[in-house]
């Protein structure tokens, strides 16, 4: 553990813009402040980033005006991360880090750029088997990357990278299905099918789980479907007209409850919600993001597919016949559901937060150890080792 004579080491961690860069990121931090760190968040406008860091305790939180590029809107994307890095600046020069860490996005290249200025030590970590843009910019100029796939090792320029696989929160642990259920509203005996889009939710595929409903028949599933804000009522009132038993959410904070109420899932492929499915060993039906950047979710799909560990069913090539017939293997059939969670054991990383952790408290370590002679750790300098 890092221990400073005056105050806590202080890292900033970018972890704003989805909730697949924000979870693992709320997941690192923890970590980090377990060993003694001081930690900041750096997050979004964005509303999925300001409710889920309610969640966050004992650690500050700045959110920086940053704006995804979108629609090639290159004046309003430069503008936007101008005020960005101009706002990190301000932050840091108010408490200059130790080290950044960029867990992707648009909100991760400002506050790196802007960490350089003072000295920091500078890290990312990449969820996906295809880079995203912000990371292969920052891969050239941190000191050490992580990466989530080893696919995405090779894709990152940078000579230090580690495998370390995707962060996941502490409430992702194998959990009482009943229990869950009954928790959520839901019949604690009857199969349970959890459909979640991401944390905005996904209008395709809440259209594809509608297209089966009258297909079901006599089948005793029961539904926990997250829909994002724009399909609340026109899922809920689909649930109804077929008399189907079905909790319906636009949202909902506590996603181990969700995935530990489940039998089976439907689910877009992004990186964090893929740690999460394998943390819980769920097998899960995965319809990836048709226009996701470098069609990145369905690269991370076939990498679970191809050890086993998931369905895949493109959103082109869906048909109701072909999703249901899906789903009933993965809810009915006993030998399809033991193999696939044992696919799932293969991603599982419960170590990837600590592991990340544990390196940048060690990084500041030999750094301390290089610029301060033995035995000249003084108040306000750097930190020592203690066994």
């Known amino acids: 553990m890092i221990s400073s004579a005056s105050n806590q080491p ?49 650690m ?6 940053a704006v995804a590029l979108q629609n090639r809107n290159y004046f309003s ?13 301000n932050i840091f020069q108010a408490q200059p880090p130790r080290a950044v860490l960029a867990m992707g996005g648009f909100t991760s290249a400002p506050p790196v750029l802007a960490a350089k200025k003072f000295g920091a030590q500078t890290f990312l970590h990449e969820s996906n088997t295809i880079p995203g843009r912000a990371n292969r910019l920052l891969a050239r100029f941190v000191d050490g990357a992580f990466v989530g796939f080893p696919e995405a090792a090779g894709r990152l ?21 009943g229990v869950c259920r009954v928790q959520l509203g839901l019949d604690p005996y009857r199969p349970t099918i959890l459909v979640m889009g991401g944390s905005q939710g996904a209008s395709g595929l809440n259209g594809m789980i509608l297209s089966i409903l009258p297909l079901l028949g006599g089948r ?8 994002g804000a724009g399909d609340f009522e026109r899922v809920r009132a689909a649930y109804a007209a077929h008399g189907l038993t079905a909790v319906v959410k636009p949202f909902l904070g506590e996603m181990g409850l969700a995935l530990g109420a489940a039998t089976a899932a439907v689910s877009r492929a992004g990186a964090s919600s893929l740690a999460e499915i394998a943390a819980l060993r769920l097998p899960t039906l995965l319809v990836p993001y048709p226009t996701a950047a470098d069609d990145h979710q369905l690269f991370n799909a076939r990498a679970f597919v191809n050890t086993g560990a998931a ?77």
Not at 29 to 53: H, I, N, W
Not at 77 to 89: D, L, Y
Not at 157 to 174: A, H, K, L, M, Y
């Open 10 to 58: 202080f890292i900033a961690i970018a972890c704003g813009g989805t909730g697949g860069h924000l979870f693992p990121g709320l997941a690192v931090a923890d970590q980090l402040r377990q060993r003694g760190c001081s930690v900041t968040l750096l997050v979004s406008p964005k509303d999925v980033d300001q409710e889920a860091v309610k969640s966050a305790r004992d």
């Open 60 to 65: 500050a939180i700045h959110t920086l005006p």
């Open 77 to 89: 994307f430069a503008g936007s991360f101008w005020r960005s890095w101009r706002a990190a600046r």
């Open 157 to 177: 320029r940078n000579s230090s990278v580690v495998v370390t696989g995707t962060p996941v929160r502490s409430e992702f642990q194998s959990r009482d299905p």
């Open 220 to 227: 005793n599933w029961q539904w926990l479907h997250l829909t």
């Open 311 to 387: 369905r895949l069913l493109e959103q082109k090539q869906s048909t109701p016949e072909k999703c249901l017939a899906s789903l009933h293997d993965l809810v009915e059939n006993e030998p399809v559901r033991t193999g696939i969670q044992a696919g799932l054991a293969r991603w599982h990383a419960p170590q990837a937060a600590a592991e990340i952790a544990e390196r940048i408290v060690n990084a500041l370590a030999r750094r301390a150890d290089v610029h301060c002679p033995v035995g000249s750790h003084v108040a306000g300098g750097c930190c020592k080792v203690i066994a």
